[in-house]
């Protein structure tokens, strides 16, 4: 564990960097919280991981069928496997990640310092990560994080030599950072700038100051910097010419439909055949490698050929609904939820987060359905005109 003392007008600030995985680490924060007696305590948190840590059945709560219907169910499954990491490396090193963190907060309550949750909310830097990517970096990014669940081999000593000073969200994601630069962006250097900006700010003139040593070196060169969180907390809309592309690929698709079977009804006939067995199939393909119910399965096969001609719809979202109303989640789900993720039998079998499996593949089932679908309506167009 580092320590640097840095003075900033009239504040004193103890950054202490620690080691996520270190037991180490959270009898030290404890330690130097007990010597320093300071004024406010600022951990490496967001209000909603805070709840989560406070809140330990707060999973109970969740509806996971108003969590489709708002369209938050990628996010909630990313947040579920950065759970399952998580919970994985608690199992191989016997402490909770973050437990350094934990202990932050029961020092600053026993003193009666301020605490301050200095870092950003996780659903914004997921969801500016996620506004970045185009339809098919999305696509990849999703599959990636979902074949992510089976990774369930044990680090290795220089994996773990890397964790003790990396960033947890980062290192969660490691394995998907070359193909996607923007994450190091998103998930370091923005959080740096958000976390020095709030430590600085924080009340009293005595401050101590907890994050993981990945971002030691961030925080300190940007601490007599000043920042608008504001900007960094912005989740920009889709622009305008974003969404006009997208109900343009549609229309696009269906002129050429409409077009053909002017020409020949017979192979118009067949192109719309085309489009919804492509379409229909891969949707529904998805959804039966995530087992979902029968019924989901034919749910994602007819929603699939009419959403991807509308880009406010997805199948993946009514095969969701559909087996979340077959197996709604139970209590007894809920309360298994933390040991079920640390296992990929957990996580495929837990009704809460199998429903979540079943929205992602039926919905990347058809995204390559729409896109080869597409491709052969534009095909045989063409084929039709010259013929």
Known sequence: MSIEKIIYRDKEILLVGTAHVSRQSADEVSEIIELEQPDTVCVELCASRYRSIMDRDGWQKTDIIKVIREHKSSLLLVNLILSSFQGRLAKQFGIRP???????????HAIGADLVLADREIQITFQRLWHGLGIWDKTKLLFMIILSIFNDEELSEAEIEKL??????????????EGFPQLKNIL????????AQKIKNAPGNKIVAIVGA??????????????DLSSLEYVPSK??????LSWIIPLFIIIMIVSTFTIDSSIGRGQILSWILWNGTLSALGALIAFAHPISILVAFLAAPFTSLNPLLAAGWFAGLCEAYIKKPNVADFESLPEDLVSI?????????HILIVVALANIGSTAGTVIGG?????TFINTLLN
């Open 239 to 244: 622009s305008k010419k974003t969404r006009i």
């Open 98 to 108: 973050g437990q350094e963190m934990i202990q932050g907060i029961l020092s600053a």
């Open 345 to 353: 039998r957990g996580f495929w079998t837990n009704k809460f987060t």
């Open 164 to 177: 003790k000073s990396a960033d947890m969200l980062a290192m969660a994601l490691n394995d998907m950072s």
């Open 214 to 227: 990945g971002h030691m070196t961030g925080v300190m060169d940007r601490i007599t910097d000043e920042y």
């Open 188 to 195: 370091i250097d923005e959080r740096d700038i958000y976390l």
């Open 375 to 379: 491709t052969e309506v534009v095909k």
